[in-house]
């Protein structure tokens, strides 16, 4: 047990709390001129720790069979999710162990994104707008992109395209 | 269940993998004239978070029922527990419930120092010596008092006095 065991698995109980503290439920969304309405939406989810702690993302990613474990910057690496599939995966985890920190408040918004994704709205310049929004409301400082869709859509939302 | 819930109880997992990421193992050696050897040991466990989850703190304080919620720092708050019966509870807590990071490290010292204070070992100089050898291998930056108690006690113990 503790820190001395490489192949110990995580129980629920202790990775909900280390996510409360650590964990980052992030959605970018990218100038992408070749796609349909010019945005990529990059929905990810991230635990970021010093590299002496690497093994602990690694049993994150093996608890949760997805991810990849890499460089943040420096010193610091991350247990990283992508990908609609991984990302239903996380998101079925934490609706079945709530978080307990207002990160509840930017998960539940995460979880609809997802759910906007996985039935294409995105797609569309309406489904784009929501997830601008729900976007927004969970990174406030970070989301230029996201300002600039709801600026430019509404009233006028021919203008993206 | 999850954030809307004011009167949940922690349950022990979560409480680990919460410290695993925020909580803080601290020992601090102040100097205190007053005192028989000038020096003052001042162990300390604390978890800090953004007031809006103050809430996450409070209950920390009713599952162990000790320590104090106060401002740590502007918009921060802290979950603080002084004294050495108090600390108790905490190191038999997180004996019998591990941390998963290399945070079980700093806690295996915070715990010895916590056994060296309930002997008394900390009044007399050679304990104060392992204490503050103790501190300064978990709190490597911050700690220029017990840096000071190992330069002055090697070899010449006498001049602390």
């Not at 797609?123 to 784009?128: D, K, M, N, S």
């Amino acid at each position: 047990m503790g820190a001395g065991n490489q192949q110990e698995r995580l129980d629920p109980g202790w990775i909900v709390g280390f996510v409360d503290g650590e964990g980052c439920f992030h959605v970018a969304i990218n100038r992408q001129p070749a796609m349909t309405l010019g945005w990529q939406v990059l929905p990810e989810f991230r635990v970021v720790q010093h590299r002496r702690d690497k093994r602990v993302l690694d049993s994150l990613q093996s608890y949760f069979g997805c991810g990849s474990v890499t460089v943040n910057n420096g010193d610091r690496m991350e247990f990283r999710v992508r990908g609609l599939e991984s990302l239903t995966k996380i998101v079925g985890f934490f609706e079945q162990h709530p978080l307990r920190t207002r990160k509840q408040n930017d998960f539940r918004k995460f979880a609809q994104v997802i759910r906007l994704m996985r039935e294409g709205d995105h797609l569309t310049l309406e489904g784009l707008e929501n997830v601008a929004r729900l976007s927004l409301e969970m990174n406030r400082q970070q989301n230029a992109s996201a300002s600039r869709i709801l600026r430019d859509c509404t009233p006028n939302t021919a203008a993206l395209r």
